[in-house]
């Protein structure tokens, strides 16, 4: 088993910041798409990616542990996430 690195507990009311930040990542990196800044769009993508699913975690787990996310979506196809925490 591994270690977990880099778990931080996180108010769940946190998440909206999180969320905020992703759409900014997301916003830019259509920006650099049309001035076909490639490389910098999939930077930006790829740190959108994240700052959602840091915003999924705080959700459904209250802490920041990115394979949490792994765990989220797995039990989402296996229908065991049965209703949406109360926001």
Same mark, same amino acid.
């Given at each position: 088993?591994?270690? &977990?690195?880099?778990?931080? $507990?996180?108010?769940? !009311?946190?998440?909206? %910041? /999180?969320?905020?930040? =992703? &759409?900014?990542?997301?916003? $830019?990196?259509?920006? !650099?798409?049309?001035? %076909? /800044?490639?490389?910098? =769009?999939?930077?930006?993508?790829?740190?959108?990616?994240?700052?959602?699913?840091?915003?999924?975690?705080?959700?459904?787990?209250?802490?920041?542990?990115?394979?949490?996310?792994?765990?989220?979506?797995?039990?989402?196809?296996?229908?065991?996430?049965?209703?949406?925490?109360?926001?």
């Amino acid at each position: 088993m591994t270690k &977990q690195r880099g778990v931080k $507990a996180v108010d769940r !009311s946190k998440f909206r %910041e /999180y969320q905020r930040v =992703a &759409q900014h990542f997301y916003d $830019a990196a259509k920006d !650099s798409i049309d001035l %076909e /800044y490639w490389t910098a =769009a999939a930077v930006l993508i790829v740190h959108a990616a994240i700052a959602y699913a840091d915003a999924l975690c705080i959700v459904y787990f209250i802490q920041k542990y990115h394979v949490q996310i792994y765990h989220l979506f797995k039990n989402y196809e296996q229908r065991q996430i049965m209703n949406t925490p109360n926001l």
